[in-house]
């Protein structure tokens, strides 16, 4: 394990990454490298001794958890990236950590792609990622259905999506940036997003392309999901009302208006534009109002 996590934090992927996710990672690869680090790489190469590993490592991120379960997943996460970066370099035929339950689950309300972080990852990440960018802020819809949507399914002014999780069939027209950037894009099969050897993207692959890419601009926590709040968050900011909201993104009005008290609210937007309204109201009234004079009677005959 040791050569293998010596590999990984001197490859070029590594260097790619931006300085602030590279600080991150030395000290999760020291405490991978001391729990770890003498584990035979054969391990991996053996079906039931890499499960037998995940079994350990489990257990291992399990008593993490009793101090910090958010530090358990940070390390948890940093040595099956290690396993994964080995496997795809022919390393070992196993990654028995391929997934994992995360412990610490946190209040997503405050994790929203600002307009400039979006613009960075646009310039930088690989094609196939800025147009699941481009889908995922236009219709705010999961990776899932992102990753499976076809071509035949937008007609140039409108896509159709039927989301794999609701079965819902979501209708939505194609705003002129997404219009723009599909109609830019070659046909290189049935579906919009191919990998560069013309393959359907696998979850864990377009999942690790995505946070690559998002690692190298300083995305930091920010995951794919948190574009769907921020689709929903400037949505709302535009003015759209929770039934609108609900129908581009296939949730209930329910969830919708509680996506509004917790996303959006917060940003400050929402109470920017009440104050707004609150100031035309009172100057309204006040240009309407018959004139005072100084004892306070209407003035006239």
């Known amino acids: 394990m040791l050569a293998l996590i010596r590999r990984f934090d001197t490859s070029t992927y590594f260097d790619g990454l931006s300085e602030t996710t590279r600080r991150e990672y030395h000290w999760k690869l020291k405490r991978v ?20 590993f ?16 958010r530090s358990a997943d940070n390390l948890m996460a940093a040595l099956a990236r290690i396993l994964s970066f080995a ?5 070992i035929k196993h990654n028995p950590l391929d997934t994992f339950r995360r412990l610490y689950k946190n209040d997503r309300s405050e994790m929203v ?14 094609p196939a990622m800025v147009t699941a960018l481009y889908l995922v802020r236009n219709t705010g819809q999961r990776a899932a259905d ?5 071509w035949v399914k937008y007609d140039g002014e409108r896509i159709e999506v039927r989301q794999s999780k609701s079965g819902k069939l979501i209708k ?5 940036e997404l219009k723009t950037h599909l109609d830019g894009l070659p046909r290189r099969g049935a579906l919009v997003l191919l990998t560069p050897t013309g393959k359907a993207f696998t979850k864990r692959y377009f999942n690790e392309c995505w946070r690559e890419d998002a690692d190298k601009i300083g995305a930091g926590e920010l995951n794919f999901h948190d574009l769907r709040g921020t689709a929903a968050t400037r949505l709302a900011e535009a003015g759209g009302t929770a039934m609108e909201i609900a129908s581009v993104l296939g949730w209930s009005i329910e969830r919708a208006q509680r996506i509004i008290a917790t996303y959006i609210a917060r940003s400050g937007v929402l109470a920017a534009n009440a104050i707004a309204k609150l ?3 009172r100057d309204k009234h006040a240009s309407s109002a018959p004139a005072q004079n100084v004892s306070g009677t209407k003035s006239g005959n």
């Open 54 to 69: 995940r079994k350990d490592a489990l257990a291992w991120h399990d008593e993490l958890g009793k101090t910090s379960r």
């Open 87 to 91: 496997k795809e370099n022919s390393e």
């Open 33 to 52: 490298e001391a729990r770890w680090g003498s584990c035979p790489i054969d391990t991996f190469n053996d079906p039931d001794d890499a499960l037998e």
């Open 172 to 176: 939505i027209p194609a705003t002129r």
């Open 113 to 126: 792609w600002s307009d400039e972080l979006q613009q960075r990852f646009i310039e930088t990440a690989r």
């Open 146 to 150: 992102i990753r499976q949507f076809p």
């Open 279 to 281: 100031e035309e109201h």
